[in-house]
């Protein structure tokens, strides 16, 4: 499906240069002379190489046709995540690769979003929210003022985050899984 230019977002996936793109940042720029253009930083989704484009706002690109499904996850083992269709309660296995460091958020029957091109799957959609729960965090120091502290704190899955100073160890946090940063306090 061809798409212009200026419409290109985030998470999108793009087929460009025989290849599948997954848009890791965009950037609209107006430049006092000249046409505008988008500034777009790829990573291929099979060779893990990235690519800076830009392209004119005239100009249309191929975003890919992709089968999404939900699933819900059951298990890992060394090299892949499984998942479940709840409907037809078939498996799919997913390689560690294609998640990377959001594969930590994973917990049992968590809903997901896998995106299918030629019936392979090639990214896993997160809720943009997850409750996780804090393993340790350092002692809020009296006197910070506190709109600009946070401190760090160690999630159970490993994950480091930074959240605010009345946060404590086995407080129920809700972080978001595009940015990893702490959302709100249950």
Not at 142 to 170: C, D, H, M, R, W
Request: hydrophobic share 35%.
């Amino acid at each position: 499906m061809k798409i212009n230019a200026g419409e290109i977002r985030v998470g999108m996936i793009l087929e460009y240069k025989n290849d599948l793109w997954h848009v890791l940042k965009t950037q609209h720029v107006k430049p006092g002379k000249g046409g505008a253009f988008a500034q777009v930083e790829m990573k291929s989704v099979g060779k893990n190489t990235k690519l800076n484009e830009r392209f004119r706002s005239s100009e249309s690109v191929e975003k890919a046709s992709l089968d999404e499904m939900n699933f819900n996850y059951l298990y890992e083992d060394e090299n892949n995540y499984f998942f479940m269709n709840p409907k037809s309660f078939e498996q799919v296995e997913v390689k560690k690769e294609i998640i990377g460091e959001k594969g930590k958020f994973l917990t049992e029957n968590l809903d997901v979003l896998i995106n299918f091109f030629n019936e392979s799957p090639i990214s896993v959609q997160l809720p943009n929210q997850v409750q996780c729960k804090v393993e340790t965090t350092d002692v809020a120091l009296k006197g910070q003022t506190v709109s600009s502290s946070y401190k760090p704190a160690t999630l159970v899955n490993g994950i480091k985050v930074q959240v605010p100073p009345f946060v404590e160890s086995e407080d129920e946090i809700i972080i978001d899984t595009r940015t990893f940063e702490y959302v709100k306090k249950l």
